[in-house]
């Protein structure tokens, strides 16, 4: 089966992205920011799933060389690397981009739009040499083109930014061999959106039922994309969920609960 390199993935969609490739057979390398953090997740991995196939290594995205690493680390373990997943990324707090701080304007534009970039140049330049591969990009909210969000303008300028770096890697990765795709898995109830009102609990008291209503979870969005992405053969797709049936039942269905009440 296929060997899968996932950036981020310690928790969120990048670790049910793990999840779903290991239960399709995969052998998959997870990698976050910090060690400890990486550790755990490969031991609840390794508690489910057979050890020979995960492996984790620590991995800033935002650093070049530590990228580099992620791939030889991965083939030195698994001798290739078939697929390769940038999924790493960070959102801001929700904030006007004047109330942020420099420090978390530069960790957000770095994290998503230079460890997309860093990650894309490593996994090509690795595929070039080995002959195949395939590299899939994940996008967000700011790629759809969509009217901006109020106190996510730094966010969904990166993924903007990706938008518009994605659409160029399609008509620049000319081989036959290689292939190329990006990902926009819709609206999630991650840490990565609650995270945004950790200093707001009144507000997100007031709106998590309308996000627990319009949100998927992630391992089912996982287990979507990971069947997208082991069967696709074809370069420059851009795989998008688009979960508005289930929507739109779990809308009726709460409205139909408060007729009940």
């Known amino acids: 089966m296929k060997t899968i390199v996932i950036t981020g993935s310690t928790r969120g969609i990048g670790y049910a992205l793990a999840c779903a490739f290991l239960k399709n057979g995969c052998s998959v390398a997870i990698s976050g920011r910090k060690q400890d953090s990486v550790d755990a997740a490969v031991r609840n991995l390794t508690a489910e799933y057979f050890s020979d196939l995960v492996t984790g290594f620590a991995c800033d995205v935002t650093e070049y060389g530590q990228v580099e690493k992620l791939w030889e680390k991965s083939i030195q373990k698994f001798g290739t690397v078939d697929i390769w997943i940038n999924n790493a990324g960070v959102s801001n707090t929700l904030n006007p981009a004047w109330n942020l701080s420099a420090e978390e304007i530069e960790c957000v534009v770095k994290t998503n739009l230079l460890g997309e970039m860093f990650g894309t140049k490593v996994a090509v330049s690795g595929f070039l040499q080995q002959g195949y591969g395939a590299l899939y990009n994940m996008e967000g909210m700011g790629a759809q083109g969509r009217r901006g969000v109020k106190g996510l303008s730094i966010y969904g300028a990166t993924k903007a930014g990706l938008r518009y770096f994605n659409d160029s890697i399609f008509t620049e990765v000319d081989n036959k061999s290689i292939i190329f795709g990006a990902i926009q898995p819709g609206m999630m109830l ?53 979960g508005m049936h289930r929507m739109a039942l779990r809308l009726i269905k709460k409205q139909l609960q408060g007729k009940r009440q």
Do not use: C
């Not at 996000?211 to 979507?224: G, L, Y």
């Open 190 to 242: 991650t840490e990565m959106v609650t995270g945004q009102y950790n200093n707001k609990p009144e507000e997100w008291e007031r709106i998590k039922g309308i996000f627990t209503i319009i949100s998927e979870k992630p391992e089912v969005v996982a287990d979507w994309l990971a069947g997208k992405i082991l069967n696709n053969t074809r370069n420059g797709i851009r795989l998008r969920y688009r």
